[in-house]
């Protein structure tokens, strides 16, 4: 959802800051510019999501058996803290980022192959 959520923004705002309009840019620089936005996108959906997915990692190999989710979740973060929801954040920003921004740039390329518009302002 945070991809989805950011990528318009996030592009409208990239925009805004270029010098002149997006019809000024050639379809080049728009997917450029889509590449961009979605990388940005990426890297806010890896920071909101990597917490809990290094919990839910740890959690399916670390849960003893007979163990509820809540009193493993407690055990857990008892032994990593909070630091430790946060290790592999740097790695998963270059993954998620680069693959989200390579998904909207395909998807602008698209949109120009099928005689769309780009993603962004007017």
């Not at 318009?8 to 936005?37: H, N």
């Not at 806010?44 to 989710?69: F, Q, R, T, Y």
């Not at 909070?82 to 390329?109: A, C, E, H, S």
Request: net charge positive; hydrophobic share 45%.
């Amino acid at each position: 959802m945070m991809k989805f959520a950011s990528f318009e923004t996030i592009v409208e705002m990239i925009y805004t800051y270029l010098p002149g309009k997006k019809a000024d840019y050639g379809k080049g620089a728009q997917t450029a510019v889509s590449f961009t936005g979605g990388y940005l996108a990426g890297i806010l959906c890896a920071i909101i999501s990597h917490p809990s997915d290094v919990m839910v990692s740890k959690l399916n190999a670390n849960k003893m058996p007979g163990e509820s989710a809540g009193v493993a979740t407690k055990r857990i973060y008892s032994e990593i803290g909070f630091r430790g929801l946060w290790n592999g954040l740097p790695v998963r920003i270059v993954m998620i980022g680069t693959l989200t921004g390579l998904q909207w740039m395909i998807y602008d390329y698209f949109k120009i192959f099928m005689g769309f518009p780009t993603t962004g302002g007017h």
